[in-house]
């Protein structure tokens, strides 16, 4: 037990980056699942764009005050300059995994259902890696850091 504790010590901002990121995934498909199964519906196109957006805004809130508060333990108050690179940063995944999907799925026609979910576990492990890195060294900058770049 206690080498597992050690093992945790050791790389607890990734456990915790991915038990947010676990955290986040749940929220995000509850929020989305739960507006086609009751106000909107999947079968009409504006409705299901409306709910993967809803959710997308509401995950991306979840993951800005978890990551905020369990992964990168920032005790200084949140600002709107640290909220508009969090979201940004999601922007640029977000539109760096729709293109990954439009150039393999779209474009290069891989779309059977093999390929749709081979691409899309790719796009998922390179936006997790991205988002924790962007994270990390853009986002959430520890107070030392930031007093060291002015």
Do not use: P
Not at 70 to 76: A, E, G, H, L, Q
Request: aromatic residues 16%.
């Amino acid at each position: 037990m206690k080498k597992l504790l050690d093992l945790y010590k050791k790389y607890e901002e990734i456990v915790n980056y991915i038990i947010v990121g676990g955290c986040t995934t749940v929220v995000s498909l509850a929020t989305k699942w739960g507006l086609l199964f009751t106000i909107l519906s999947a079968k009409n196109a504006w409705q299901l764009q409306l709910a993967n957006i809803i959710s997308w805004i509401v995950a991306v809130t979840f993951a800005y005050v978890t990551n905020r508060l369990f992964v990168f333990k920032r005790k200084n108050k949140a600002n709107w300059k640290e909220a508009g690179k969090f979201y940004g940063s999601r922007v640029f995944t977000l539109l760096l995994e729709m293109f990954i999907m439009w150039f393999f799925v779209t474009l290069l026609q891989m779309n059977s259902h093999t390929w749709v979910i081979v691409w899309t576990l790719v796009c998922q492990v390179l936006v997790t890696v991205l988002n924790y890195i962007i994270s990390k060294f853009l986002v959430f900058i520890k107070d030392s850091d930031s007093h060291a770049k002015k």
